[in-house]
């Protein structure tokens, strides 16, 4: 006969972003937290009964809740908040596990960025295309996954509206992205010195770091083209770039139902679907490529 055996439930990968704003200096905390419960749930399994359930809707939203009211000291703090809540609050949960993986940020720091800017700590790679006719070198150098996030400075507005728009308008919003972008150099000849390119990865991806932080931005597509153009202007090696910045939209939470107000602290980080920006800054007169992608 058919015995229940070890069984647990719960909400998993609840993805929560608390921001604590120090003024001009911004703090961040992202967290994406798992829920399981175990206790008295034979009956749900074996008749379908619900009356010991604690919808797992309701274990996000305690989620959200404990990030705004107790902010977040450290992952084992909120998790021990989170696990004593759920097993002294309801009978039939006696056992409460809470997984949390916290991704780190390091803030941008640049002379002429705010503290409110930060890049994802040791996520990107770089890459490297080359190329060769017999003739012609062409080496297209770059990166991807370097997810960067200003907390502040950035607006959406104004934008055109139809029969199918919701979404509302903003003056101040969470602007995310991951960067891939990729560089061409105007070298191509053996006759010719070839250049540093460690020098030319490190100079171009701060050129990338710095532009996004300090660009006051009114849309994704300006932020854009402002890296590109700060890796053009600056690096006279460069004669070409390409940059895919997908939006990694974070969304402020409605803690209204809990009677919390969010004040734009705490924010569900979506990750699609997404909008995604792409395009090219190039020098002026620049060669045709000898590769296509």
């Known amino acids: 006969m058919p015995t229940l055996g070890q069984n647990q439930y719960g909400k998993a990968e609840t993805r929560v972003v608390r921001i604590v704003r120090d003024g001009a200096v911004h703090h961040i905390r992202d967290l994406n937290v798992s829920v399981a419960l175990s206790g008295d749930m034979d009956e749900v399994h074996l008749s379908g009964s619900n009356a010991n359930v604690l919808p797992t809707d309701t274990a996000k939203n305690t989620v959200y809740a404990f990030a705004k009211e107790g902010g977040i000291a450290s992952p084992e703090e909120f998790g021990i908040r989170l696990a004593r809540h759920f097993v002294t609050g309801q009978e039939a949960i006696r056992t409460a596990r809470v997984r949390i993986e916290e991704y780190g940020w390091e803030r941008i720091e640049t002379a002429g960025a705010a503290r409110h800017s930060f890049v994802r700590s040791g996520q990107e790679t770089r890459t490297a295309q080359v190329a060769f006719d017999g ?148 020098r002026d007169g620049v060669r045709p490529r000898i590769a296509t992608d």
Not at 142 to 152: A, E, I, Q, R
Not at 187 to 212: H, K, N, T, V
Request: glycine content about 4%.
């Open 135 to 282: 003739e012609r070198w062409e080496v297209i150098s770059g990166l991807m996954d370097l997810t960067v996030l200003n907390s502040t400075d950035s607006e959406f507005h104004g934008f055109v509206k139809d029969e199918y728009t919701t979404l509302p308008e903003t003056r101040d919003r969470v602007l995310a992205t991951e960067v891939h972008a990729r560089w061409r150099c105007g070298w191509c000849d053996d006759r010719e010195p070839a250049p540093d390119w460690e020098r030319i990865y490190a100079d171009a991806r701060g050129d990338l770091l710095a532009a996004f932080a300090e660009t006051y931005s009114l849309s994704l597509q300006q932020t854009l083209y402002e890296m590109g153009a700060r890796v053009i202007d600056n690096r006279p090696a460069i004669d070409e770039i390409r940059l895919s910045l997908p939006n990694k939209h974070h969304f402020l939470v409605d803690l209204t139902p809990f009677g919390l107000k969010n004040d734009n602290e705490v924010y569900f980080a979506a990750d699609r679907p997404y909008g995604l920006i792409e395009a090219t800054v190039l």
